[in-house]
């Protein structure tokens, strides 16, 4: 079956503009992750949304980022005003179930960002 | 070879020798470990997990070691192939409630032909 999509691949924006990431989770996962990923740093976490409720945005690292889940299926990250420090690679992943016992998450490719 | 923890983020080892890639992870509370492979361009990738009430789990080829005492975690490939060539990032999360994943640094392993 198909995995966790990511669109775009790659984005390139210009200081200051808004972006929107969007990810495609497997069908029928419940739990949705955002991660960023720094060159040469493992990923960092963002958001967790369960269904269409963040459960927790503690890792969001300032108000310029926001992410949606609105039907509890895709899921988009937005960054208003980016920042050169913005560019990293964002990473979703996905998994059936959330809460009790671990649950393995899956991940897509991720959508590289580059702020100029 | 062996990467003793994670000064060393680059493994070279010869095809067919093992591989042991070595972390430390920091939360006392983590009860449940995982290790990644990453490869260029792609999102991690499970590979082996292990629960705190284990220290020791085989999978096939990897073999991930625990030791709670140190808080070390290490992954040991056998007979490592060109494919192996990937980062890979132990990770710790704690089963109770919903799973924030907290990823280490990350080594490169580099299979040498």
């Known amino acids: 079956g198909a995995g966790v999509s990511q669109t775009p691949s790659n984005k390139v924006t210009e200081k200051g503009k808004y972006v929107e990431l969007r990810c495609d989770p497997i069908?029928?996962?419940?739990?949705l992750y955002w991660y960023r990923q720094s060159l040469g740093q493992g990923p960092e976490f963002l958001i967790y949304f369960q269904g269409t409720g963040a459960a927790d945005d503690s890792g969001l690292p300032n108000d310029r980022f926001f992410a949606v889940r609105p039907e509890g299926s895709v899921s988009t990250l937005k960054i208003q005003r980016t920042e050169r420090g913005d560019s990293a690679v964002y990473l979703c992943?996905?998994?059936?179930?959330?809460?009790?016992?671990?649950?393995?998450?899956?991940f897509g490719p991720g959508t590289r960002l580059t702020v100029l | 070879g062996e990467n003793v923890g994670l000064h060393l983020p680059t493994l070279s080892v010869q095809e067919g020798d093992n591989s042991i890639i070595n972390c430390a992870y920091s939360?006392?509370?983590?009860?449940?470990f995982i290790w990644y492979k990453q490869e260029s361009g792609k999102g991690p990738q499970f590979i082996i997990d292990?629960?705190?009430?284990?220290d020791k789990r085989q999978g096939q080829r990897v073999t991930v070691l625990l030791n709670k005492t140190v808080k070390h975690l290490s992954l040991q490939i056998a007979a490592t192939q060109p494919g192996d060539s990937a980062v890979y990032f132990c990770a710790e999360t704690y089963s109770g409630g919903y799973q924030k994943v907290t990823f280490g640094i990350g080594t490169k392993l580099q299979v040498i032909p």
């Open positions: 992943a996905s998994s059936p179930l959330a809460g009790g016992l671990y649950n393995e998450q899956f």
């Open positions: 939360n006392s509370a983590s009860d449940y």
């Open positions: 069908s029928g996962h419940t739990a």
């Open positions: 292990i629960r705190s009430n284990m």
